[in-house]
């Protein structure tokens, strides 16, 4: 995810005023008055949980060390942690830290968990496998899952068998992704690729047909190898990511390894790789996958996680303001998913589309990363026209906007009836570092917009709020602060604090239901 703008702050003090105290709600009255309103209840079976990532939540253990700890095979982690990438004036780190300052997920896995189920009063927790860790070494020529059993990691394998037995226990669903965003470095060379993206070896996704057949490979073993304890999957998340921020940007914008600048023609190959790479994954966790963990009768509901967002004309009585919204938003919100859902390929990213029986039905949810707006300017002609000629923005006037959950209707309602399919909302939230009330607010905000959706006819099965713990948030590293609960990065023990919206979303959880004191008057 990219970190959003903090709510306005009159809005967070208006909502934030409703919490006794600043901080937590009292406690509910033991009698019938006290029941939630039904308007502002969510459905049975809902699932609240919340997300985190392996690669951000993994590393920084307290005692156990960085040996047991780091992951060196993971293409981040040499982007993080080389001269090459890291000593370059922030440009590809602003935070400039290494990955190894995490909250350390990787020793204090149990409590963690722990805090999700018993403090939260959580249902689910959203997190992933490392690719890297699983196969740390190449894969090629693994021709079945007795193959690939001989090359995995066994320690590995056994960890993330008592990471998912534990949620169970805990009462919790396991929603897995499989691939968030990391890459072992056998797949993909990020600081040679870097220097010379041309002359490099190997280049990730650029190296199309390798990086799609080892991927499926991957998901196939995990989907074999975990399937009885892991019935939600996510194959992707927030595919674009990778090719915007690793491939297409200038300067400090870069953020994704490689991070090389305006690299059209490659980034037009990452982005076709990644619509393939769901297809292949979902039907190789489809067809591997075959025991029901929860006992609802289904082995497997798989889908990709993507950040839907509403794009904002800077002036809305602008004719070519107005068209590059509108052409931002079928780039960004419409063209992969409506690839990856109903197999509709845009080749060339112009707005023409083919059928692709290969891509279409490869999906049973689409998992939604809600944050911010997008504000573009309009110019005549593409900017990046060998990548899309609809690209008609003015890069010197695009921007973040606030947060819009008023808009979250409308992209909920584009999943639902253009692709027919049910939503997760997979990640929300935003920076508290202070914890002065921001996340509560938003938490409100953004919950209300949701129920109310959901009350108008919206199928929306579950909600999970970003992040368990603060992490490290890519390349901010730890600088971006978003956990329910705040870690103290300088403490030898990676002590756990929980901010004001720990509370409120417990409360939230248990119930089911949104407080009667939020409701619009």
Known sequence: MRPPPRLPLLAAALLTAALPGGCDPEPAADDDSAAPDPGLAFPAGFLFGTAIAGFQSDMGCPTLGREACDDPASDWFAFTTSPETVSSGGAYLSGQ????????????????????????????????????????EPTDGAADFEALSALA?????????????????????????????SLPTWIHDPVG??????ACSPRGWVDRDRTLAEIARYAAFCAREFGAEVDLWVTLNEPLQNAVFGY???????????????????????????????????????????????????ASSVGV???LTPI????????????????????????????????????????????????AGRMDFVGVNWYFSLLVSGLED???????PLLTINPFEFGYGENLPEALAEQLRYVNEDLGLPVIITENGTPDPQ???????????????????IAGGADVRGYFYWTLTDNFEWNHGMDVRMGLYAVDADDPQKSRTARQAAALYAEIAASGAIPEEYAAP
């Open 97 to 136: 830290d290494p990955g190894v300052v995490g909250p350390g997920f990787r020793e204090l896995w149990r409590e963690d968990i722990g805090r999700a189920s018993g403090e939260l009063a959580n249902n689910a927790l959203r997190l992933s496998i490392e690719w890297s860790r699983i196969f740390p």
């Open 153 to 181: 990691d066994p320690v590995e394998v056994a960890w993330y068998h008592e990471v998912f037995q534990e949620v169970r226990a805990q009462g919790m669903e396991p929603l897995v992704t499989l691939n968030h965003y």
């Open 193 to 198: 690729c870097h220097q010379d993206l041309d």
């Open 248 to 298: 297409l940007l200038p300067g400090e914008f870069r953020s994704h390894p490689p991070a090389v600048t305006i690299q059209q023609e490659a980034a037009r190959v990452v982005v076709d790789a990644l619509i393939d790479a769901h297809a292949r994954m979902y039907d190789a966790v489809k067809a591997e996958d075959t025991a029901d963990a929860d006992g609802d009768g289904e």
């Open 305 to 307: 996680v993507y950040p």
């Open 312 to 359: 904002v004309p800077a002036d809305p009585e602008d004719p070519l303001d107005q068209q590059a919204a509108a052409n931002v938003h079928y780039l960004w919100n419409r063209a992969y998913l409506d690839a990856v859902a109903l197999g509709e390929w845009d080749a060339g990213l112009d707005g023409v589309k083919t059928h692709r029986e290969d891509l």
């Open 382 to 388: 593409s900017i990046l026209p060998d990548f899309s």
């Open 435 to 453: 914890d002065d009330g921001t996340a509560p607010a938003y938490l409100v905000e953004n919950l209300l917009a949701l129920q109310s959706a």
